[in-house]
């Protein structure tokens, strides 16, 4: 067993068990894990509700909806969007924690953009915050890359046989985020009442905006 | 070998689960199902300040949790028990922490004390917006010229790249070796997970998008001809 690989095989099998020491049920793991980490000084208090308050109250998809209503109204900002989305999207001062390579795919009547992660969850934090429980699922992660019209008839989303659709499997550090076509007859909107018509799933490729009241 | 996060393409798993009224999906899910969801979340956020691990890294040990509990377990269980097996490898805690906080919590006597040495690299509440902003850009530089332009045909490497370890860590999905398909963006330089996972450095290369036929992956019959599944792939991945 001196040979490299099989010490890592070993580590393998050593490394990835002892979470069945703790208590099973999840809520009281999560309680003793906190309490331990408390305890060693390797998290602080504060710290953990700052997190918290971030991801609950100040980001989330309102971001992204913001992107994309500007994109909508100002043709030289969506040329910087569609260009180097990141930069474009630091305009609006989104940046950092999965969200530091953004690419940002535009929805036409030929194609329709879907992103999904089949390996993990991996999903833009800045525009769209923590990725809903339906995005993180086996369901989702499964099938969207193999019957990518299926998954979107469960969203409600019928679309045109002759429309592309394009499945982006977020595989590396790149973010992807959809720009939805702005809805027909929204000419007179302000930049502001076109955000409120901008859902989460439009932005993921599961839905469409709003149409205006 | 494969493992059991590697799902896409996967039959049987059912409908999604969405909330739905009279049919129609409601999206009104709140950012954290329960207390205990925020509390795995920012825990593992913030241990990572002191952990220094890679993302590649705190994926595989999620990845690499044993499939019988991957499979069972709800997301945010998968995120601290991946947690508790890195910081053990971190040496950070040990077994001994592990089973005398566990008789505590089972005593009903988890209790906080006074820290009075918190560790240096501790994320202090101040840090915690702009260390977000900041995040941990995965772009690097890479001497070499790329291999591959845009519009070329690639075909991926038909077996686990993982060149260092057996059953190591590797962002080629199963369902696309062995498989054709155009390059389509080119992001230059990035991080290369499979070692970065395993602490054996960033080995940047040049990073791609290909666009894969729908029915070169799932065959004529399976496929829409219509459609085309985009995977970022690192260059060691392709020939």
Known sequence: ?213 | MTRIHDMGGRFGDGPIPLKKIDGKVVDDEPVFKTDWHAKAFSITVASASVGKWSIDKGRFFRESLPPKDYAKFDYYEKWSSALINLLVERELINREDLIDITKKAKENNLKVSQVTDEHQDVLKAKDVAITLGRGGPSAREVLHSPKFRVGQEVRTINYSPNKNIIGGHTRLPIYARGKKGTVILHHKGHVLPDASAHDLGESPEHLYTVEFLSTELWGEKDGNQKDSICIDLWESYLI
């Open chain 1, 1 to 213: 067993m001196s040979d490299k690989k099989n010490v890592e095989h070993n580590h393998d099998k050593h490394h990835h068990h002892y979470h069945s020491l703790l208590p099973e049920e999840p809520e009281l793991r999560v309680k003793a894990i906190e309490t331990l980490l408390l305890n060693k000084g390797i998290i602080n208090s504060d710290t953990v509700n700052e997190l918290i308050d971030t991801y609950e109250n100040k980001i989330g998809p309102r971001n992204g909806a913001k992107v994309v209503a500007k994109a909508w109204v100002d043709p030289e900002y969506k040329k910087r969007l569609l260009k180097n989305a990141t930069r474009a999207i630091e305009e609006l001062s989104y940046t950092g924690r999965q969200g530091e390579h953004m690419v940002v795919v535009e929805n036409t009547p030929e194609v329709h953009n879907v992103v999904v992660c089949t390996l993990c969850s991996c999903y833009p934090w800045p525009v769209l915050g923590i990725p809903p429980t339906w995005y993180k699922s086996d369901e989702y992660r499964s099938r969207t890359v193999r019957e990518p019209r299926k998954v979107l008839q469960e969203f409600g989303l019928e679309l045109d046989l002759n429309t592309q659709i394009k499945v982006w499997d977020s595989t590396s550090e790149m973010r992807y985020l959809v720009l939805p076509m702005r809805p027909v007859g929204t000419e007179y909107l302000s930049e502001n009442e076109l955000e409120s018509l901008v859902t989460r799933n439009s932005m993921i490729g599961t839905g469409l905006p709003e149409m205006p009241k």
